[in-house]
């Protein structure tokens, strides 16, 4: 049987090598964050590791003060769940297509720290060019959302979200561009103005399935005489709009009554009715 000195002795050598173990089994915080970004990359599939693993995809998971899922923790935004380690993700902005055919944003930022708010720009394609979608900028909070409901079909659209600054510069929030492709075909189309009836301004919409296309936007009477032209002139393929005062080209309102609205793109024509009130 041992004596009380060796059993000591063999005792602190297994306690060492379970520390030293212990210390190998957890990663580091720098390889942490590492991983993080390659499991925010993963494009939403299960991705694994001998260390860490995405579950599934980021955007899939509420977003509030808490959320769980079987490896991923949300709080106060996005987390990525390791082993034994919460690691947040400094700023991630994703879009995804709603069921009304609305895009929505969101992102979360690191730090509001000189953060006055949030504008949302859009592109059709990845290197842009970009404009800005948000009449005014969007409240400084983290995380943050926007909805676009002006998309149109059979198009892929791109976002960058960009803080505000306290002295007005921008600066773009980690993980834009998102993208978000819209299904279907587009076909020229006039939308029944809005508001209609109407007694003061309206705002005529359209989509010009049509690179470069000429496109002309007239009001006419029940006489069938051009009341004003709204449009005349080259636009680009996508979904545009343009405002009617109620009044004709002389600068003067129209009496009250019936007028339609005629768009014309490359020859072809659609036409809607509005009521106009006084």
């Known amino acids: 049987m041992p004596d009380k000195a060796t059993a000591h002795r063999a005792w602190g050598a297994c306690a060492c090598l379970v520390c030293v ?24 599939a299960g991705a694994t590791s001998a260390s ?11 977003i509030g ?4 899922g079987a490896s991923l923790r949300i709080h106060d935004g996005f987390w990525l769940g390791l082993p034994g380690i919460n690691v947040p993700v400094e700023g991630i902005v994703y879009a995804v297509l709603a069921d009304d055919g609305r895009v929505v944003l969101r992102w979360t930022v690191g730090s509001l720290a000189d953060v006055t708010g949030f504008n949302v720009y859009r592109a059709t394609d990845e290197n842009g060019p970009y404009a800005r979608v948000n009449s005014e900028p969007l409240p400084p909070s983290s995380p943050g959302s926007f909805e676009d409901a002006t998309v149109w079909p059979e198009t892929t659209f791109w976002y960058e979200v960009r803080a505000v600054l306290g002295d007005g510069a921008e600066e773009v929030v980690t993980g834009s561009p998102a993208s978000v492709t819209i299904a279907g075909m ?9 508001p209609n009836p109407s007694a003061g301004p309206m705002t005529v919409r359209f989509d010009v399935p049509d690179q470069s296309a000429h496109v002309r936007v007239d009001v006419y009477n029940v006489r069938g005489q051009r009341v004003t032209t709204l449009l005349d002139g080259i636009l680009d393929r996508g979904r545009h709009e343009r405002a009617w005062s109620g ?4 600068g003067r309102p129209v009496a009250v ?17 509005v009521l106009v009130l006084r």
């Open 52 to 62: 860490y693993r995405a579950h599934d995809s980021i955007a899939q998971h509420a």
């Open 186 to 194: 587009l076909a020229m189309r006039l939308y029944p103005p809005r």
């Open 21 to 44: 173990l212990a210390v190998l089994a957890v990663p580091t915080r720098a390889s942490a964050i590492q991983r993080a970004a390659e499991s925010v990359n993963s494009g939403g």
């Open 257 to 273: 009554g019936v007028y339609f609205v005629r768009l014309e793109v490359n020859g072809r024509t659609d036409d809607e009715k």
């Open 65 to 68: 003060p808490l959320g769980e």
């Open 247 to 250: 009044w004709d080209d002389a």
